[in-house]
């Protein structure tokens, strides 16, 4: 908005010029988000409290959690206002993928946020029901890629990791890939977040190193340069993913170990459905798999433990899935957990960026 306000002003004074750069409006676009998430993060924690808005702890959990009881949770609001605010103010609101990856961050949130209201406030155990759920991702992610397929001539080749030359077109095959990615990633953030900072932290890494990608194909003359796909426009979701790390930053401070606020389903579905957005509309869908790897290490772990504890009437192969949870239970501290999963994910972040090289 702020672009449209201040930009054509530069005829006056020529400061005003800097609105026309997507870096300084990035830039902006994250400070701006860490900065409401700070006024409006310990009003919402008060308020979520008043509310008892608590989270109920699983008795067959890691006994460590049990102190956890009560902890506010829905604090995903405070991340998607200060995400959307942010990039309100400070993106070019003509470009259309702005919106789309408003509408999956909203969008999902919004289920997240049904199933939350649900279970803290209504008290019901079972929340929204995961068939409900997964029908309203699948809704707005099948609404994207038919979008993104009839729009925009969009390129329908994939972006392989480490392979500049292989890029197979795979038509409106893509509409699935796209709702695949999406949904995808959604969860697999959801299943992360159980413990303290845990899905928080890779996803502001995952956030920075795709502005980086987005930045990189929106300009036609580093993406030509680098060989990678060029995506007229893109440059803007960088300002989007600024306010998601400016966000995730904010968020941060309050969820760090010991949490006064955990995000709820209103946080993760939301924020893992924006990643994938991104990573899809950045045409670098494939790399979400290095990029956003603790979330799928994460989403493995529960598909083989749940697959083999059935097929073997109950025995396991991790002591507890998610992963998280087996090396709680292996006597590694929360904190020590966290720390060491924040590192491997800012490996993989710039693992990802290698590829733009090694190629
Ligand atoms: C939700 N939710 C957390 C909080 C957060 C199929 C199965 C593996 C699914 C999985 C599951 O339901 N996962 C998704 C995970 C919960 O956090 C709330 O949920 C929101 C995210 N959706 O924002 O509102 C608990 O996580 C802890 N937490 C923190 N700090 C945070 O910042 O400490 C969360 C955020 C909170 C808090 O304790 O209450 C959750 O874990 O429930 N199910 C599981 O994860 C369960 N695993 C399991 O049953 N494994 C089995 C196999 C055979 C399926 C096994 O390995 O034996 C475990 N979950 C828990 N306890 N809590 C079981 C033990």
């Known amino acids: 908005m702020l672009y449209y306000l201040l930009y054509p002003l530069h005829v006056y004074h020529t400061v005003f010029n800097v609105f026309r750069y997507i870096t300084f409006r990035t830039i902006y676009a994250t400070l701006t988000a860490l900065l409401l998430s700070f ?17 109920y702890i699983r008795e067959e959990g890691p006994r460590s959690h049990f102190s956890k009881q009560g902890t506010p949770t829905m604090g995903g609001l405070m991340i998607i206002f200060a995400v959307v605010t942010s ?4 993106a070019d609101l003509s470009n259309h993928y702005i919106w789309l990856v408003l509408l999956v961050t909203v969008g999902f949130g919004s289920i997240g946020f049904l199933d939350d209201y649900r279970k803290v406030i209504k008290k019901d155990n079972k929340g929204l029901g995961g068939r ?27 972006s392989i990791p480490f392979f500049k030359t292989i890029r197979p077109d795979i038509g409106w095959a893509y509409i699935p890939l796209a709702i695949l990615v999406i949904v995808g990633a959604s969860n697999a953030v959801n299943l992360t977040d159980g413990l303290d900072g845990l899905a928080i932290g890779p ?13 990189l194909t929106g300009h036609i003359k580093i993406a030509n340069y680098l060989q990678i796909a060029y995506v007229p426009g893109v440059g803007e979701i960088a300002v989007f993913c600024g306010a998601l790390v400016g966000a995730g930053l904010g968020f941060l401070w309050f969820n760090s170990y010991p949490a006064q606020v955990f995000m709820g389903d209103v946080g993760s579905l939301a924020l893992g459905g924006a990643l994938g957005t991104v990573a899809v509309i950045t045409k670098h869908e494939i790399l979400l798999a290095i990029v956003g790897g603790i979330f799928v290490v994460e989403a493995l772990s529960v598909i083989f433990q749940v697959g083999y504890f059935k097929a073997t009437n109950g025995r396991r192969i991790f002591r507890m899935a998610p992963l998280h949870h087996h090396f709680e239970l292996k006597g590694w501290p929360e904190p020590k957990v966290i720390v060491r999963f924040w590192i491997i994910a800012i490996l993989l972040g710039l693992v990802a960026i290698s590829t733009l090289k090694l190629r």
Do not use: C, M
């Open 87 to 90: 990039t309100l103010l400070w």
């Open 203 to 215: 996803t502001i890494i995952a956030a920075a190193t795709y502005l980086i990608f987005a930045y």
């Open 39 to 55: 006024i409006v993060g310990p009003y919402l924690i008060r308020r979520l409290s008043e509310l008892q808005v608590g989270q």
């Open 132 to 158: 409900y759920k997964l029908a309203g991702q699948l809704a707005i992610t099948l609404f994207i890629g038919v979008y993104l397929y009839t729009h925009h001539n969009f390129d329908t080749r994939l």
